[in-house]
């Protein structure tokens, strides 16, 4: 199968599948954007590979990305995951994580979702034709403009660059490179 080309993917299938089943693939489940949101602010700094290889870590410590839980964490279970080996031991990360759930629970009890803000934001699904990965931005005005919106809404660790990736792993920014069979 022709893939991407970014550094690692040959050799790693966990990788290899990420890339060819969710990556750039739409997917504005409440809870799986909650999930990627949580894994790319925790990416920050770190490989993707890194964090992907500990996504089922994340999965325990965060009650299954389940939102409305998370909001509810306090200080002793934050003190719990600083413990765990399993996940980054970062508290700003773990602590925006928790605000991340909450700043979800409060759209929702105002009758919005983050998938329609973030629909709005980029007025649909942005296809871009790059040769290869290294053709790509890792921001944008829409990023930027974005980064700022789910800031003001409560919305921790959601830098332009930050943003950007996770529009494309949620699928609203597919930037498979051109020739890519999982485009």
Same mark, same amino acid.
């Given at each position: 199968?022709?893939?991407?080309?970014?550094? $690692?993917?040959?050799?790693?299938?966990? %990788?290899?599948? *990420? &890339?060819?089943?969710?990556?750039?693939?739409?997917?504005? !489940?409440?809870?799986?954007?909650?999930?990627?949101? =949580?894994?790319?602010?925790?990416?920050?700094?770190?490989?993707?590979?890194? @964090?992907?290889?500990? +996504?089922?870590?994340?999965?325990?410590?965060? !009650?299954?990305?389940? %939102?409305?839980?998370?909001?509810? %964490?306090?200080? !002793?279970? /934050?003190?719990? #995951?600083?413990?765990?080996?399993?996940? /980054? +031991?970062?508290? +700003?990360? @773990?602590?925006?994580?928790?605000?991340?759930?909450?700043?979800?629970?409060?759209? &929702?009890?105002?009758?919005?979702?983050?998938?329609?803000?973030?629909?709005?934001?980029?007025?649909?699904? /942005? =296809?871009?034709?790059?040769?290869?990965?290294?053709? #790509?931005?890792?921001?944008?005005? /829409?990023?930027?403009?974005?980064?700022?919106?789910?800031?003001?809404?409560?919305?921790?660790?959601?830098?332009?660059?930050?943003? %950007?990736? *996770?529009?494309? !792993? @949620?699928? #609203?920014?597919? $930037?498979? @490179?051109?020739?890519?069979?999982?485009?």
């Amino acid at each position: 199968m022709k893939r991407c080309d970014w550094p $690692d993917l040959p050799n790693d299938p966990l %990788y290899q599948e *990420y &890339h060819d089943q969710e990556w750039g693939k739409l997917n504005l !489940a409440e809870q799986y954007l909650y999930e990627m949101l =949580v894994l790319e602010s925790f990416q920050s700094g770190l490989s993707w590979k890194t @964090i992907l290889h500990k +996504r089922e870590n994340f999965r325990k410590a965060f !009650a299954g990305f389940d %939102y409305q839980v998370v909001a509810n %964490y306090d200080q !002793a279970k /934050i003190a719990s #995951l600083m413990a765990d080996p399993g996940i /980054i +031991r970062n508290r +700003r990360k @773990i602590e925006a994580a928790v605000a991340d759930a909450q700043a979800m629970c409060k759209l &929702h009890q105002n009758g919005q979702k983050l998938g329609t803000i973030l629909q709005e934001a980029t007025k649909g699904i /942005i =296809v871009n034709y790059p040769k290869t990965f290294k053709e #790509l931005p890792n921001k944008t005005q /829409i990023s930027i403009d974005l980064s700022k919106k789910l800031k003001q809404l409560g919305f921790k660790f959601v830098g332009p660059v930050t943003v %950007y990736s *996770y529009l494309e !792993a @949620i699928g #609203l920014i597919n $930037d498979h @490179i051109v020739g890519c069979e999982a485009k």
